[in-house]
């Protein structure tokens, strides 16, 4: 291969990726090998290594099989000679950057959303542990650890409590600082502090804070370049007792591509998870923000929302919203049917999820008792067993816990629960009846 169509290369990288990024990226690299099998471009560091192989080692490879054909091998190499060159255009892209609408720009910080504050912040047993931990870590005048990861699904109030928390500082005075942002975010500010000549005044910024709370820490996965630059301010700030939050959807021993010198780090301090909210705790963060709105929601409908929507904190806030602007649109007062009505929609689509309300509709239809007998205590053998199954299909079905399973049916013990699914089990096999009684249950339940 030879510079020639190097250069015509170049030209269809750039038609393909932009002229923006072409300029950004590619202006200071230089071809330092090529053959038929493999090309090997040089760039300035191993964050614009990275960077670039992930974003545009397959742009490179199109570009050269229309030119010449070929189809093998990209790499990008540091090339410790590339970044002189480059000085001097640097300033001038910066020169540019700065003078054209749209081009590099300093990424934007996060907001703080009032809604997110502490106070707005509902604790239950699905995050006490984290809240705990995560205001110990940023309000205690001696932690028992300076290190927070926390982690869980999403839509189960990670963002709001690391939000809160940055509040609070701010409310304290402290907000210069404590700095809160994702790592989205952070990563963007640190790309264009390389690109702007800013990293000297990045590095100030990150490693001399008191208190650092990032978000989304997932982000990071397989971008090996920031991962390192990451660390360096881990340490920094760790060596210093800084304190640190940190939030993720998933545990640190579960972030792929992620390298064991980070993990061991996060792994470090305090590691926290946030789960699915319980029913009772559902209802309490539906009372919380049913405040805000000016509706009146009797307990009733409440406690049907609480059980149909189980998965998450946000679809608990959308099925409010759709409640609530289903009863302005008819200017009827909240009821059960209107709830159940509006959220028909949500509660049937592709991920929804069977709650133990459908279990004992069926399984009373199916051996013909009333609603109202089941929840009761009498222990005919007919009603135990048909309560029996419908613990069993509650637990196979649903998300629920046994704990809210026995809540449910009168305020049973979660090993109450248990062991009537296991004796169901041991039934099931040697009641072919039963057996049958069942899977038409579950049938008719969609599953
Ligand atoms: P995540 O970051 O874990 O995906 P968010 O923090 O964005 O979730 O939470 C989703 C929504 O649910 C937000 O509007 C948030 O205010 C609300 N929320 C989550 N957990 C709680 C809670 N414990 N109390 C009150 N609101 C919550
Ligand atoms: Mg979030």
Redesign the pocket.
Known sequence: MNDDIWTRALAGIKDRIGRQKFDLWFRRTRLVEANSQSIRIGVPNLFIKGWMEERFSEPVRDALRDVCDWDGQVAFVVAKDVFPDVRGEQLAARADASKSVGAVQAPREPKMNP??SLD????GGC?QLAYAAATDVCFQPEPPFNRLFIY?G????????LNGLWQKLACQGLDGEAVFTTAEKWTNQYIYAITSNGLAAFRKKYRTVKFLLIDDVHFLKSKKGIQEEFLHTFDALDSANKRIVL?SDSHPRDLEEVTANLINRFLSGMVAK?EAPDFQTRVR?LR?KIERTRHRFPQEVIEFMADRITSN??EL?GALTTVVAYASLKRTPITVDLAAESLAEMVKGPHSLVTIRDIEDEVVRTFGFSRSDLPTRRRTWALCRARHVCMYLARELTHQSCHDIGRYFGDLKHTTVLSACKKMDERLRHDPGLARAVERIRKNLGQ
Do not use: D, S
């Open positions: 809604r997110m707005e912040f509902v604790v995050n869980g999403v839509g189960l109030g990670k963002t709001h409590l939030a946030i963060i919380k904190v946000r806030e």
